[in-house]
C-alpha cells in the first residue's frame, strides 16, 4: 500500500554526506609577467625571444574536510557530527603557476612573401586539478579543480595542469600572387596562404576509483595507483601507492 506524501523506500539512512562554504574565503588572483627582446637580423626579419609566465593564488578548490584520518580511519568530525561522513567544503587554497620561452621569427616582406615561425617550450602546474584532462572533465564529467587525493596536504597534488602542452610549434606564410596583367579588379589583392600548428599531447593520470579512494575524499574523487616507472607520490602520509598527477603523456 502506497501512502500519499511518504517515501515508498523509507527515510535515507545516516550517514549523509554535507557541502559547506570556508569563512576564510578570499578572492583569486592572477599575476602576469613578461620580458621580450627583438633583433632587426635583416630589413624584414625581425627575431624575437622572450619569457611570459603567470601564477594565480587563492583558486577555489573543494575539500573534504571530514576525510579520515591516516593512520586511524577515523573522521575528525565523528564525534561532534555522527550523522554525516563527507563534508564537502568550498575553500580557495589551490595555486597555479606557468613559465614559458617564446621565440619567433619573423619576415615583412620579401619577394611578395611574408610569414613568422613561432616555437614556445611552456610549463603549466597546478594543485587544483590532477585528475582531469584536456577537456577540462573527467571520465564522470565532473568539472574541473573538484577534488583532490589528500584533504590534508593538497601540494601533494601539485603536478602538470591537465592542459599542459610543453611544446608548441606554429608557422605561416602569405604570398601575394604577382599578376600583371588582366583587368585591374581582377588581377590585384590575390594571395595564396599556408598555415602549420603543432604541439604535444596533453598529460593525464592513471587513476583508480576503488573502494580506498571513496572512503579518503570527496565524492567521485579517485586514487592513482603505483606507476613503476615514475616516482611514486603519497596520496596520504605513509601511502606510496600513488604517482604525480597528469605524469604520463
Known amino acids: 500500500m502506497v501512502v500519499l506524501n511518504q517515501s515508498i523506500f523509507g527515510p535515507p539512512a545516516p550517514p549523509f554526506s554535507i557541502w559547506s562554504v570556508s569563512q576564510d574565503l578570499r578572492s583569486p588572483y592572477v599575476q602576469n609577467y613578461s620580458l621580450n627582446v627583438q633583433q632587426q637580423l635583416t630589413r624584414g626579419v625581425l627575431f624575437q625571444v622572450g619569457y611570459v609566465g603567470n601564477q594565480a593564488r587563492k583558486l577555489p578548490i573543494t575539500l573534504n574536510i571530514n576525510q579520515p584520518l591516516p593512520g586511524t580511519g577515523v573522521r575528525p568530525f565523528a564525534a561532534q557530527f555522527p550523522q554525516f561522513s563527507g563534508i564537502t567544503q568550498l575553500a580557495t587554497v589551490a595555486n ?37 584532462n584536456e577537456t577540462g572533465f573527467d571520465s564522470a564529467g565532473t568539472v574541473r579543480n573538484q577534488f583532490v ?3 590534508y596536504d593538497i601540494k601533494s597534488d601539485y603536478g602538470n595542469s591537465g592542459f599542459d602542452t610543453r611544446h608548441n610549434i606554429s608557422a605561416y606564410l602569405i604570398y601575394d600572387l604577382p599578376f600583371r596583367t588582366g583587368p ?22 592513471v587513476i583508480d576509483s576503488g573502494t580506498a579512494a571513496s572512503s579518503m575524499a570527496c565524492a567521485g574523487s579517485t586514487r592513482r595507483p603505483l606507476n613503476l616507472l ?20
Open 184 to 205: 585591374k579588379r581582377l588581377v590585384q589583392g590575390w594571395s595564396v596562404n599556408a598555415l602549420i600548428s603543432h604541439d604535444t599531447g596533453f598529460p593525464f593520470s
Open 96 to 132: 597555479s603557476q606557468y613559465n614559458s620561452l617564446q621565440l619567433s621569427l619573423r619576415s615583412t616582406s620579401w619577394h611578395g612573401l611574408m610569414g613568422q615561425f613561432a616555437y614556445t617550450l611552456g610549463h603549466a602546474r597546478d594543485d587544483a586539478g590532477s585528475n582531469y
Open 149 to 151: 587525493t589528500n584533504n
Open 230 to 249: 615514475l616516482p611514486a607520490r603519497s596520496a596520504l602520509p605513509g601511502d606510496t601507492s600513488s604517482t604525480g598527477p597528469t605524469s604520463l603523456r
